[in-house]
């Protein structure tokens, strides 16, 4: 994360807590869950970080000239976009929970991400990996989502995480010379995807 981008995480505030009405023993809450470190890409990465040794491409914050002209909005004209000179080469970008998270509420549960994205001639993959210990120094991905097929309007796809400091997020792409890969408004809810 650049030191100068200001620090986007609304997990670690929380704003007031929905009301609550307790039935018997099942609770109903009235208010819609809420979004939580959200990230737009009109300026940078927010809390993502853009891996530079284990890849052979970048995620840039802009307008890719094969992709959608606007993001998600259809005000702001970035969006972050797989940029590759070549063909098939891999981009990643990460998020650890330990950036993001409260320090008391390092293991936060089952979330739900929720991306749009738009792409043709590519590949997206989302994974869950854990944090690499003295007893295993590379432990395996865990492929959350994998995509392939050519989606030319906005669309949202939601992934269930797990959100602690044991582990973090892993977005791959990978695009043919004329394909695209763009994403934006990227957000978290707390429980599972509805």
Request: hydrophobic share 30%.
């Amino acid at each position: 994360m650049k030191k100068n981008c200001p620090r986007s995480c609304l997990m670690c505030g929380h704003k007031d807590k929905p009301t609550e009405h307790v039935t018997s023993t099942k609770t109903v809450s009235n208010t819609p869950r809420e979004k939580e470190f959200t990230c737009n890409f009109r300026e940078h990465e927010c809390d993502w970080v853009n891996l530079w040794a284990s890849d052979t491409a970048d995620w840039m914050v802009g307008v890719d000239r094969n992709g959608p002209k606007m993001g998600l909005d259809g005000i702001n004209d970035s969006y972050l976009f797989l940029d590759s000179r070549s063909s098939h080469y891999k981009a990643e970008l990460q998020l650890p929970w330990q950036m993001v998270l409260p320090m008391d509420k390092m293991n936060y549960g089952q979330a739900c991400f929720s991306v749009h994205y738009q792409m043709d001639g590519a590949k997206l993959t989302v994974k869950q990996v854990a944090n690499p210990t003295a007893q295993e120094k590379t432990p395996r991905p865990s492929t959350l989502l994998s995509r392939s097929n050519s989606i030319t309007s906005w669309s949202e796809m939601k992934i269930n995480v797990n959100a602690n400091e044991k582990m973090y997020l892993l977005i791959e792409g990978t695009k043919q010379i004329d394909g695209y890969i763009g994403l934006d408004n990227f957000y978290f809810q707390k429980g599972p995807c509805t």
